[in-house]
């Protein structure tokens, strides 16, 4: 069994409805379009990540050897359609991968075909690694952590883009992925909002292992430590990271925490001082060098004065990667390290 | 399928090789004499939880419902003498209960036995519920969490001391049990830190829901908010638990933090202020009302010192439950609310 899913990948966009709804083929094909060969669309399917389209065929003879799919199930279950679809896949030698909440290996007749034709699974989603608990020794290598102020405030995004600027300027880096996009879009990772509870830092210790002096681990953040469902996962995730470099993601037009009408989003710099706090616990030259803010509901002048109050108020250097780039963010990172 | 454990129990304590590994026996026996009808020990047996010592003819007799294991396994498998035992009281009519790593489920012979004979197999350390993420909504009702500078400071015990004082005062309070022994002990409750991560906080809000505006939940802690391995279960029981008062937990003699030799314990103030800071994201109004301490390995003029010191710095009451009883906490909580 491989410890990596095999690309290059075709992505399924089945028969989304929307655009929406194939968010995740959407990030494999911005982060890795040299790792997919092409989308595979249903009738009817309203969706497009801009890919050529191809049959299982000739997906195949364009050497994918994954079938990713990049869309929502609708109403968790999987249609007569895309059963049809997905077996067909296996015994043509793809391998499955997603990201669901119901598995594949659940799926009696996928799971047959998989066995029947030593083709792989991919749940992504359901982690399988055998865990341990977190022994919090220091590591090799560099390490850095995206937190945010909320869920879903752009840690997967910024990550990947300071992975990309890094590669650009010949910098070692590994994007580590925590959630099942990123996992798709890099082709290993854990889910670690999915691991037992006594695992969680344990797991980020498993992801991001002893590495060179000059490596860095790029870890992917997952919710906030302030948000009233998830934050023991965000504090697991900083307890086992032990990064060296924190950068703060957020969304400044949020009214409330993401899910919970009834709660406010954290005072940015008590927000900085706890990650900070818990970080420093298993890695005491823990510090910020950054700030990613979505900016996208904002228009570009008061975007850019936002930015500017930030990087007054905190001496850091804030950017909004879509926008900007994350080459103001490097810069720090290469002048602090 | 019952959710509560039916008592009274038979406790079984097999072959323990010595009175700790009965330490789940040693536990029940304490805090539930009312509930069990005696011991069930196997030749050789070292240990002793000073009930009667019964068959398993002689356990149905005095009524017994539900065969209790109160001993680990050793090396994590059931011997065949086990084995033999186990099925025998499955087929004489006895549940099986036990807070093992490994299942009794995953046993195929007392999994077939249980469904033939009708019988129920508890796996307490293994949540079987269905679980939803935190909503973070205000309930009714009060609820007390302990929180502890370190793991294995005497959460449980206080927790438990405060129902025993609570009830003898008659006033309203249940223990809510957050780990094994406790769910063992009151025959209900949820393992938090084998839940999936992403529902830690709403295993609490579960474990504790709405309830008498007088009725108090007394929340097992778990953990610590400062330790490496595990605080991401401890922060996830903070905001699920909406917690009006807090009892710090702690252990003065201890040089590390348990199971981790380069981690100091935080400073006491520091603890609490970041045990209060979180608890009030879910409940602006919680406070603490008092510490427990662990001063079994101070000699008695020590500890009392070491409490008035405490007393003086917090400005609340600090007990040794042990030596001294847990009415101080419970006067500061009658005052307090």
Redesign the interface.
């Known amino acids: 069994m491989s410890s990596t899913i095999r690309s290059p990948y075709l992505l399924f966009l089945g028969d989304a409805p929307d655009q929406l709804a194939a968010k995740t083929a959407d990030g494999i094909a911005h982060w890795r379009p040299e790792g997919c060969v092409g989308q595979l669309r249903l009738e009817g399917c309203q969706a497009d990540v801009g890919l050529k389209d191809l049959t299982l065929e000739e997906g195949m003879e364009a050497g994918a050897r994954t079938l990713v799919i990049g869309v929502a199930n609708r109403g968790g279950r999987f249609s007569q359609l895309w059963l049809e679809i997905l077996g067909r896949a296996l015994e043509m030698g793809y391998d499955l991968a997603a990201g669901l909440h119901n598995r594949l290996v659940d799926v009696p007749v996928l799971a047959e075909l998989a066995e029947k034709n030593g083709r792989q699974l991919w749940d992504v989603r359901h982690p399988t690694q055998e865990l341990e608990?977190?022994?919090?020794?220091p590591r090799s290598g560099k390490r850095l952590l995206t937190v945010g102020s909320d869920c879903s405030v752009g840690k997967m995004y910024t990550t990947l883009a300071l992975e990309h600027e890094m590669h650009q300027r010949d910098l070692k880096a590994d994007f580590r992925a925590t959630g099942q996009t990123g996992i798709l879009i890099t082709g290993s990772g854990i889910s670690?909002?999915?691991?037992?509870?006594?695992f969680?830092?344990?797991a980020v210790e498993w992801l991001s292992p002893d590495n060179e002096p000059e490596h860095w681990d790029l870890i992917e953040g997952q919710g906030s430590?302030?948000h009233?469902?998830?934050?023991?996962?965000?504090?697991?995730?900083l307890?086992g990271a032990q990064a060296d470099a924190l950068v703060l993601c957020h969304e400044p037009t949020r009214k409330h925490m993401r899910?919970?009408p009834?709660?406010p989003l954290p005072d940015l710099k008590v927000c900085m001082d706890?990650n900070l706090?818990?970080a420093r616990?298993?890695n005491p030259e823990a510090r910020f060098t950054g700030i990613a803010v979505n900016t996208a509901k904002l228009p570009e002048d008061e975007a850019g004065a936002y930015l500017e109050r930030l990087e007054d108020r905190f001496g850091l250097p804030a950017v909004d990667p879509v926008r900007h780039g994350v080459g103001n963010l490097v810069d720090r990172l290469e002048e602090n390290f």
């Open positions: 608990v977190a022994n919090g020794k670690v909002d999915a691991v037992v509870a006594d969680i830092s344990g430590l302030f009233a469902s998830f934050a023991g996962v965000s504090m697991g995730l307890h899910g919970l009834d709660y706890r706090e818990a616990l298993t």
